[in-house]
């Protein structure tokens, strides 16, 4: 079945803007998602450069979601969701970028939810979440949603 955006925050809880299509499938992407100032990898794309600490601390990820990150000056937050017993995530993480936010597991499609961007979904696997940046001249800098 289809998630559609109308379910996955009728599910949640959690709001989008008004501008977004509630009752358009959410795109499942196996590679690369990028959402605002979001970035998620599957992980062996980065092995090189990142992986997890030796003991990590991992959470489930319950049904309202975790906030991974809060856009600039108390902006939207880009949540991660998933069913119930599905996904599990850490911040325990290495990023030798020092870019990495953590990663997640997920056994079933799991969902990078954002206000203004609506969701894309993450099929299962293990991906890590980073902050993007931007080259600006010859120097790099985060990008801000």
Known sequence: MNMTLASLTQRTGRAVLDHLERS?????????????????????????????????????????????????????????????????????????????????ETTAVAYLLHPEHGATGCPPGTYVVRRQREQEGSRARLVAD
């Open 24 to 104: 358009v499938a959410i795109p499942v992407v196996d590679g690369l998602q990028a959402q605002g100032d979001l970035i998620v990898i599957p992980l062996a794309v980065v092995a090189p450069v990142v992986r997890p600490l030796p003991s990590p601390s991992w959470r489930d990820v319950p049904p309202e979601g975790i906030e991974l990150l809060r856009g600039e000056a108390g902006g939207n937050p880009h949540t991660l969701v998933a069913e119930p017993g599905t996904c599990r995530w850490t911040a325990g993480v290495e990023d030798f970028d020092r870019l990495a936010l953590g990663l997640f």
